[in-house]
């Protein structure tokens, strides 16, 4: 079969004949319609994701769309290594599918499912939000931000505040229901001032997709903002500003803030996959929209290597 195969640490993968898998006791062959490239999948290639066992080559892609044996429609996540979703077939698990509905087409089931599913998740999982509830989106203009903001109203906040820093996106985020746009661009000051009003008019769940000096900045308002008996849930979700972040521990134990992540690992894999058809079943309701680029299987190395793309790239395969 064909696949997108990656050979080593820091290699794009290349569509060449793969071995054809075999689906094993309590698994099932997908036949693969498309599977998107994210950030996830580029982590894994690379080698630096901690999700990864070290075993080159593997097939790319952790999720997608496709068709069961039996002609179900689903949405697939986490084939068996060295499988991957990047490919006409992939093994996977029974219980790591989920059906898809007619109204959902291949593509953009696949351009929604890895970045929707972090913010549905983070939400519903590990903040536990309630409707009537204020988010703040910190990194709100790459494909995951912008979708947690529409996945917040969606959810019923009371209020969405959205921080990034492409203007032409920044613009385009009230469209999609934020209430209030914070430029990371502006200086220092003039942030602290922004992130210090934000929390004095109450913020609960902060998702950050950031990490970095603006979760430091947010995470200092969080703490100092009064009454310091408030629950606030920071949601730690991508690390795109840097991976460390030094915090003074003053800031924990003096306010009620709650420090969490999310991702592979904090939540079991069962209810990521039903996070993801949760969301993937309300997209049309919650008329959750995300800029798609569709991509042959033949074309996925320079797909790969344009890492500017500000669509999501979707490898359409079946």
């Not at 070290?54 to 986490?78: E, K, W």
């Not at 906040?157 to 209430?179: E, W």
């Not at 680029?293 to 996925?300: C, G, Q, R, W």
């Amino acid at each position: 079969m064909k696949a997108a195969v990656v050979t080593g640490a820091g290699q794009p993968p290349i569509c060449i004949e793969y071995d054809e898998p075999e689906a094993a006791p309590g698994e099932v062959l997908v036949y693969v319609r498309a599977a998107a490239i994210s950030q996830l999948v580029r982590a894994r290639a690379s080698g630096q994701h901690y999700s990864f066992d070290g075993q080159y080559p593997f097939v790319a892609g952790v999720d997608g769309t496709g068709v069961l044996g039996d002609g179900r429609r689903v949405y697939f996540a986490m084939p068996r290594a060295p499988f991957g979703a990047i490919a006409e077939r992939a093994p996977v698990r029974e219980e790591f599918c989920v059906p898809l509905s007619d109204q959902l087409d291949d593509i953009r089931a696949a351009a929604l499912a890895n970045p929707g599913m972090s913010s549905w998740m983070a939400l519903r999982e590990r903040a536990r939000m309630q409707p009537g509830e204020t988010v703040l989106v910190n990194g709100a203009t790459g494909s995951s931000g912008q979708l947690a903001v529409q996945i917040a109203r969606h959810m019923g906040a009371r209020r969405v505040i959205a921080t990034g820093r492409n203007p032409a996106v920044l613009a385009r985020l009230k469209s999609l229901g934020a209430d209030e746009i914070i430029s990371l661009t502006d200086d220092t000051q003039a942030l602290k001032v922004q992130f210090d009003t934000a929390f004095a008019q109450g913020v609960d769940v902060i998702l950050d997709y950031l990490w970095g000096p603006s979760a430091k900045a947010i995470l200092s308002a969080a703490t100092h903002a009064r009454p310091a008996a408030t629950r606030r849930r920071f949601v730690q979700i991508g690390s795109i500003s840097g991976a460390e972040l030094a915090l003074p521990g003053g800031w924990l134990r003096s306010s009620a803030i709650e420090l969490m992540g999310s991702g592979i690992g904090s939540v079991s894999m069962p209810r990521m996959i039903a996070s993801v058809g949760e969301m993937l079943a309300a997209a049309d309701d919650a008329g959750l929209e995300i800029v798609t680029e569709a991509v042959p299987l033949a074309d996925i190395s320079a797909a790969w290597a344009d890492t500017d793309a500000r669509a999501r790239q979707v490898i359409a395969i079946g």
